[in-house]
Antibody
Framework: QVQLQESGPGLVKPSETLSLTCAVS?????????WGWVRQPPGKGLEWIGS???????YYNPSLKSRVTISVDTSKNQFSLKLSSVTAADTAVYYC??????????WGPGTLVTVSS | DIVMTQSPDSLAVSLGERATINCKSS????????????LAWYQQKPGQPPKLLIY???TRESGVPDRFSGSGSGTDFTLTISSLQAEDVAVYYC??????????FGQGTKLEIK
């Protein structure tokens, strides 16, 4: 079955760039679907960060758009998130997920990223 | 942006009783072209990613117990758990995908046992 797995540093310094990768297994990204990132600050709700189509078209949350880049690497069957100029407010569990016709059926287990010096 | 507002923020219900969670969108999420409401419900337990329960506002995802049901149309939606079980303690979120591929979630409703 299709599985998603996030990876990346668990600690990022303020003002630096957060970088995460989502490895996809059981399905070829180049075959289709949107692929996305959602985050959840500790004890708070879910926030959609952005999505990328398999062709590379991207869509970002307007509140984060100036700092976010999502890219896809079909050769490695993975997609990535970069969030620049991070602050403590960016501390969160970051999930990669796949929306199927809009609702998110598939999720990675999530990875906690802490922004701290 | 479509803003999703859930009520209440928290809810305590006795085992076996009905639990009702509401979700209101700032604009209609009903597409006239296909007459579908672009609204989903999720359940999230501590330390786990969200689990999709309901999509198209009322279609239960495979494997979801039939005590979970979704209703509503346009801007007002409801998730109902007909007979609360201990394993239903969780935070529940609604999500609109009318503006896909851009999405917004409600703030969440914490469901506990009374």
């Amino acid at each position: 079955q299709v599985q998603l797995q996030e990876s990346g540093p668990g600690l990022v310094k303020p003002s630096e760039t957060l970088s995460l990768t989502c490895a996809v297994s059981g399905y070829s990204i180049s075959s289709g679907y949107y692929w996305g990132w959602v985050r959840q600050p500790p004890g708070k709700g879910l926030e959609w960060i952005g999505s990328i189509f398999h062709s590379g078209s991207t869509y970002y949350n307007p509140s984060l758009k100036s700092r976010v880049t999502i890219s896809v690497d079909t050769s490695k069957n993975q997609f990535s998130l970069k969030l620049s100029s991070v602050t403590a407010a960016d501390t969160a569990v970051y999930y990669c997920a796949r929306p199927d016709s809009g609702s998110f059926l598939l999720w990675g287990p999530g990875t906690l990223v802490t922004v701290s010096s | 942006d479509i803003v999703m507002t859930q009520s209440p923020d928290s809810l305590a219900v006795s085992l076996g009783e009905r639990a009702t969670i509401n979700c209101k969108s700032s604009q209609s999420v009903l597409y006239s072209s296909d007459n579908k409401n672009y609204l989903a419900w999720y359940q999230q337990k501590p330390g786990q990613p969200p689990k999709l329960l309901i999509y198209w506002a009322s279609t239960r995802e495979s494997g979801v117990p039939d005590r979970f049901s979704g209703s509503g149309s346009g801007t007002d939606f409801t998730l109902t758990i007909s007979s609360l079980q201990a394993e239903d303690v969780a935070v529940y979120y609604c999500q609109q995908y009318y503006s896909l591929p851009m999405y917004t979630f409600g703030q969440g409703t914490k469901l506990e046992i009374k």
